[in-house]
């Protein structure tokens, strides 16, 4: 764009300016309100006042009295009360106010002097949870809007915003051409008289933060409208323009389509607690549907099943009114699922969940299941997804926030997505020059879509969703405005409002590119790691839940009950905690007071109903009997710790080895003797003449030289007087696991250059120490069947206490870890250089497993040096291999040899005391002869976390052996047993966990 044009649109934006400031023709303020904390008594307030006392929420209320004199004009009502909220008129009308949402109608035509009441109730917070540090109602107005203005303002305000976008295109001279024609036909006519010129003037510092220049005058005058002629000008003015776009469409015609689907993106919590997400949907809701009033060709999508039921349960008359829209088509519940899930962190089982009880709901209350899976905004994606989605219908996938990646460009933005089974689904997403998926329909917004859309050699048209969000809002009446102009306008994008599934079913099926495997995302990497109790807490209750249902499933089956209730409003509790601002731990400690208590609440419930599933009834004279149950589809060696209390009568002729724990408990372990697959076996029935069993050697320890040596025969482990893993001899394959010292505690600074809570940055390792302090090495249990020695570290400010333990006749060294953290912004890991060598890794994830390289060949390899997995990593090389195993650590390494796993970190933003205090975790150290699915690395890692536990039964009314069901052939592993939602039918899921293929016959 040459000098002149760059003036000219200048000149002109300063010009839209001014037009603003007529956008009214009449005010009346509401100049007395009441305000009542909540549960308060209500206390006298005036326009201008600060809030009298601090209040979450607060509640106002006023009466406003329409002059006489506005009888058959238009009415609304401006607001600014301190902070977000909701508002009710008398009238029926209700809807959300925020900076966005601040004027709402009152009546199209009054009979002058008719009241009206306004109730709201306001936080004093912004959309993002910011802190309003002194609240104040700052404009409380009924006003008569100058609506030709309003709408010249916006026909001349998108010219200019267009000319700015398509700069050098030679159609920007004639559109200017036409805002100066707008403004000369309106001269002769416009106001211009000193009083009231300064009136208008005075109205753009009514609402300055900053109070405008060093001294401002009184306006001289109310607001008054404008003349007839004057508003008769102004329509000639809006006609001429009209007329104009036209006329250059001719020679001009839109290039390019956008779909385009409203939204309001809102986190269920993020920097505000749940609490207020409640709140913010019912806001958002009702300010869509009072749109929807106006605009009738407003289409609006809203994702998350919980959401719904929030509104559905706290504002049922919304949600009536969402689902008469919804019928109408002009609502889409979109994405099948339960909440907007971190899609790294749950397992697969978890996953089912969140679609099977998102998908339900959906059909339930308004007949319609999704088929699109809507993730905008998740932190990377499993390569198990695709085959779960096709499960629950979905054939199409949209997220947004692979544009985040920092190093490499992501190279498709509609590609077909290949999962770890083969599945495919149709992938989008759009990149916005704007606010990401929060688009805005402003000519920035829309020609820098279609300009950024790879795609367009495959299909025509892109998605666009367009609303304020993150924390809620949508739509506004300017998008919507602007929308009715951009839809058909000289060389932009034509756009249409599209619905989500519609638009899908239009994309190609063939000749996509394909994207194999998981989807990473380049950025926070530390949402693997951070909030550990939550993390942990997740693990515990997604075993737990399928523990108890798997118990309550054969208890059904043999006559007992099935607590379908508590198992469900179990599950949801945890589906709504693996929302993706809450489980990868960037929330605000607010969230987590409540996140904590819930899910463990959710374990303890399911420990519950797991533990008393096949227990006699209170009226039964049975004699109970201690089962030992296993919900593995596989048998597993009989190893049990009872505690003190639940120790048999009978367990000293039961001929069982046994020994007394640490802590008091007793540990039962014969790993010659099986419990079978997904079923029990009696622990107090005699043992002695089973054919066929043979004695496993004694696990021994001694300290020699201040150094600990544990020795099962097939491990001997020597533990250094720095606490560290000196040596892991494999005594059956005749060669050492490591490469080095083990289990080396590293702390590391972290202090990320941006998204402190989300982040971990390269280069991390370049700033760090080694954890020493070792205050003691001692032994604490000394065999014959276990064996452990504890180490006490001291670092700085925190205490860590790591246990290794070791079983007679176990490949597996736990590593049971206490840590009482009190550091900030420091990274916790643990390092294990090991003696295998492989130029890949593999690490388990939702319903199977996936291959990453060890090396940094590529800038793609290079950005993955901090990496997900679930419940283990494996270096194997043909014929051996070591795998890491935990229960509840997320984030992993592999760089050459070297495993790790980031165990803690401790970020100050958004919760200052992040990770702080105690933790307990284990992880463990398993070498195996063969590779990792040969050596059974996925059931080791499943016994770790899932294992046998005792369960008191009615002695004569259950088998002293059970199974439901025997695998042979290829090995599959459980996702859950339940009884099925509908009918009387169980379910049985089943996974293939190592990538094969084959038969296997039940």
């Not at 994405?335 to 059909?363: H, K, N, T």
């Not at 589906?575 to 607010?590: A, K, M, V, W």
């Not at 246990?803 to 597996?812: D, E, F, I």
Request: proline share 6%.
């Amino acid at each position: 764009m040459n000098t002149r044009e760059r003036h000219r649109l200048d000149r002109h934006k300063v010009r839209v300016e001014e037009l603003r400031l007529w956008r009214n023709a009449r005010e009346s303020r509401i100049e007395e309100w009441r305000f009542a904390a909540d549960g308060g008594e209500g206390k006298e307030i005036r326009l201008g006042d600060f809030w009298p006392e601090e209040a979450l929420p607060a509640n106002f209320s006023a009466e406003a009295k329409i002059p006489e004199d506005w009888a058959g004009s238009p009415v609304e009502l401006e607001l600014w009360l301190g902070g977000e909220g909701f508002v009710k008129l008398s009238t029926g009308f209700s809807g959300g106010l925020n900076p966005f949402h601040r004027s709402f109608p009152v009546t199209q035509e009054a009979a002058g002097g008719e009241k009206i009441g306004v109730e709201a109730e306001v936080v004093p917070r912004g959309m993002f949870g910011t802190n309003v540090a002194e609240p104040q109602l700052r404009r409380s107005s009924l006003v008569v809007p100058e609506k030709e203005v309003r709408a010249l303002e916006r026909d001349l305000g998108l010219i200019v915003e267009v000319c700015e976008q398509l700069g050098d295109h030679e159609v920007v001279p004639h559109l200017l051409d036409i805002v100066d024609a707008a403004f000369a036909n309106l001269f002769s006519l416009w106001p211009t008289g000193n009083e009231v010129a300064l009136t208008r003037y005075l109205e753009a510092y009514a609402e300055s933060a900053d109070g405008g220049p060093w001294s401002l005058p009184l306006a001289p005058r109310p607001v008054e409208p404008l003349s007839e002629e004057t508003r008769c000008a102004v329509r000639g003015a809006r006609g001429m323009v009209a007329s104009r776009l036209e006329e250059l469409k001719a020679e001009y015609p839109p290039l390019g389509r956008i779909a385009l689907t409203g939204h309001a993106h809102l986190d269920l919590a993020w920097l505000w607690p749940v609490s207020e997400t409640m709140r913010k949907g019912r806001r958002t809701f009702a300010s869509v549907l009072s749109l929807m009033e106006c605009y009738d060709d407003f289409v609006f999508n809203q994702s998350s099943a919980q959401l719904y039921s929030w509104i559905e349960a706290e504002s049922p008359e919304i949600f009536e009114r969402v689902k008469r829209r919804v019928e109408e088509g002009r609502w889409e519940p979109v994405g099948g699922s339960w909440v907007e899930a971190d899609c790294q962190i749950p397992s697969g089982e978890s996953m089912v969940r969140q679609m099977l009880y998102g998908q339900r709901y959906f059909e339930e209350k308004f007949g319609h299941r999704s088929r699109v899976a809507w993730l905008p905004d998740a932190f990377g994606f499993s390569p198990a997804l695709p085959q779960l989605l096709r499960g629950a219908g979905m054939e199409g996938f949209f997220t947004y926030k692979l544009n985040w990646s920092e190093t490499n460009e992501f190279p498709y933005d509609l590609y077909e997505w290949e999962g770890i089974d083969g599945s495919t689904v149709i992938a989008h997403d759009f990149e916005n020059p704007g606010q990401d998926y929060n688009g805005n329909i402003t000519p920035k917004d829309i020609y820098g879509t279609w300009r950024n859309f790879e795609g367009k050699r495959h299909h025509p048209e892109t998605l666009f969703s367009f609303g304020w969000g993150d924390g809620g809002g949508g739509p506004s009446e300017q998008m919507l405005e602007n929308y009715a102009r951009l839809k058909s306008f000289p060389a932009m994008p034509r756009l249409r409002m599209a619905h989500v599934d519609e638009f899908f079913e239009r994309l190609p099926r063939e000749g996509l590119p394909r994207w194999t495997g998981e989807l990473y995302l380049e950025l926070h990497r530390g949402t693997l790691t951070t909030q550990a109790r939550v993390k942990k807490l997740n693990r515990e209750a997604e075993h737990r839940l399928l523990e108890a249902e798997a118990l309550a499933t054969l208890a059904a089956l043999h006559g007992g009950d099935y607590q379908r209730e508590e198992l469900e409003a179990a599950w949801k509790t945890l589906l709504l905690n693996q929302f993706h601002d809450i489980l990868p731990g960037t929330s605000i400690g607010e969230v987590y007071e409540v996140t904590h208590k819930e899910l463990a609440d959710v374990v303890r419930t399911a420990r519950k109903l797991r533990d008393r599933a096949l227990s006699p009834p209170p009226e039964a004279d049975a004699k109970p009997e201690l089962l030992v149950a296993n919900v593995s589809l596989n048998p597993r060696p009989l190893s049990v710790v009872l505690d003190a209390a639940s120790w048999p009568t009978g367990i000293a002729d039961a001929d069982l080895p046994t020994q007394e724990t640490e802590d008091g408990g007793l540990l039962v372990h014969a790993p010659d003797l099986s419990v079978p697959g997904l079923g029990w076996r009696t622990l107090t029935e005699q043992h002695e003449s089973t054919p066929g069993r043979s004695e496993t050697p004694d696990v021994a320890v001694e300290i020699a030289g201040g150094r600990a040596v544990l020795d099962n025969g097939l491990l001997r482990v020597e533990i250094g007087e720095d606490g560290t893993l000196h040596g892991v001899y494999d005594g059956e394959a005749g060669r050492e696991v490591l490469a080095g010292r083990a289990n080396q505690l590293w702390a590391y600074t972290d202090k990320p250059r941006n998204w402190e809570a989300w982040d971990v940055d390269e280069g991390y390792e370049q700033e760090g120490e080694e954890i020493s302090g070792v205050e003691s090495v001692e032994v604490v249990e000394n065999g014959p069947l276990r064996a452990s020695v504890r180490v006490t570290r001291k670092w700085r400010s925190s205490t860590i206490e790591q246990t290794y333990r070791l079983l007679a006749g176990s490949r597996r060294l736990d590593v049971e870890s206490y840590v009482d953290w009190r550091e900030r912004r420091v990274l916790l890991r643990t390092l294990f250089p090991l003696a295998v060598r492989s130029h890949e890794t593999t690490c388990e994830t939702m319903f199977g497993a996936l291959r990453r390289p060890t090396h940094h060949n590529t800038p793609w390899d290079a950005t993955r040096f901090e990496v997900s997995a679930h419940r283990f990593c494996d270096l194997s090389e043909p014929g051996y291999g070591v795998a890491l195993l935990n229960d509840g650590k997320y984030g992993h390494s592999a760089k050459g040899n070297v495993l790790g796993i980031s165990l803690l970190r401790s970020p100050l933003y958004p919760d200052p005391f992040a990770d702080e205090g105690e933790h307990r975790f284990t992880y463990s150290l398993f070498p195996h002869p063969g590779d990792w699915t040969s050596a059974g690395v996925a059931r080791e890692a499943f016994a770790l976390n899932a294992p046998l536990f005792p369960v008191m039964a009615q002695g004569d009314a259950l088998p002293q052996e059970f199974s439901l069901v025997e695998a042979e052939g290829l090995e599959l592993a459980l996702g859950s047993l339940k009884l099925a939602e509908e009918g009387g039918g169980v379910i049985l899921r089943l996974y293939e966990p190592h990538g094969a293929s084959g038969e296997c016959t039940l």
